[in-house]
């Protein structure tokens, strides 16, 4: 496995791939890799002959300086990890690669009707943040797919619009969220998470499925709900960002009766720590 932080290095390999027409998939990260990611590597191991994984903590995505600075950095367990995955080309540039010119100067991706809803009233400039960066990774890298996982269902959405968009001719495939056995979406933020937090983090899940059942036993009223949900959230000392039910495609809000394919999204803080879930509820 090689490990490169600068584009000359990348594009080398990469080319050497190409000639010999062998099929790249890419799994760009924040590093801190835990098993959800690894399942995004495997995914990329079964579509593709070579496989790169990028490690970039992007300053560009975070609205809150202080989570910046709280957001775990594990290099090295991270190199190790990936290459027991057989990874082939780990990718971990710095600021001065991704934007040589200063973030202020860098031309910016803003992927409409993205900022209005869900993470994105709560973070805002997130999005933006994640676009370009994504985008600059995609021009970097030139691979033929790209994994995301679906735990960031909002950022899974908005990546594939902007590749339709732009034209940008890359294959975005989702993979399914990694769950612990008590059913919390594995996560790097769950580091953040005291002992006893981490009792109560798995409760967001419990509420999706909750709302699940009762969707699937005929329940139309969604707001009754969404409001128990988040009820039960905040006695358990949760603070609930959003608990909602959306259409999957679009995330534009179910309606009542709905009878397609939904998506219960959760946002909710736990201390310090924020923490996303979501789910699929297929009553199509
Ligand atoms: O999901 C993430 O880890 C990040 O948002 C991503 C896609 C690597 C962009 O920085």
């Not at 191991?45 to 809150?64: C, E, G, H």
Request: with cysteine.
């Amino acid at each position: 496995m090689q490990v490169v932080d600068n584009t000359v290095a990348l594009r080398t390999r990469i080319k050497t791939w190409r000639a010999n027409n062998e099929l790249i998939a890419f799994v760009p990260t924040m590093g801190n890799l835990h098993e959800g990611h690894l399942s995004l590597v495997q995914k990329a191991k079964a579509l593709a002959d070579r496989i790169v994984v990028s490690i970039y903590v992007n300053p560009l995505q975070f609205n809150d300086k202080n989570d910046l600075e709280k957001y775990p950095r594990t290099l090295t367990e991270d190199i190790n990890l990936l290459s027991e995955q057989e990874c082939d080309l780990v990718f971990t540039p710095d600021d001065s690669v991704v934007y040589p010119q200063g973030m202020s100067e860098q031309t910016s991706v803003h992927v409409p009707g993205m900022d209005d809803k869900l993470c994105g009233l709560g973070r805002p400039g997130h999005f933006d943040g994640v676009a370009t960066v994504v985008t600059k990774l995609f021009n970097m890298v030139q691979a033929d797919i790209a994994v995301f996982g679906e735990k960031d269902y909002q950022q899974l959405l908005l990546i594939k619009k902007l590749v339709a968009d732009l034209n940008i001719p890359i294959d975005v495939v989702g993979a399914p969220t990694r769950r612990e056995d008590s059913g919390l979406a594995m996560s790097s933020r769950n580091n953040l998470l005291s002992d006893t937090q981490r009792l109560t983090a798995p409760l967001l899940y419990q509420q999706l499925m909750t709302i699940r059942t009762a969707l699937e036993n005929g329940e139309t009223d969604l707001d009754a709900l969404t409001q128990a949900a988040q009820t039960q959230l905040r006695e358990s000392g949760f603070e609930p960002e959003y608990l909602d039910i959306r259409r999957a495609d679009d995330l534009r809000p179910a309606q009542p009766g709905d009878r397609t394919a939904l998506r219960i999204l959760v946002a909710a803080r736990l201390g310090s720590v924020r923490l996303i879930d979501n789910i699929l509820c297929d009553l199509a």
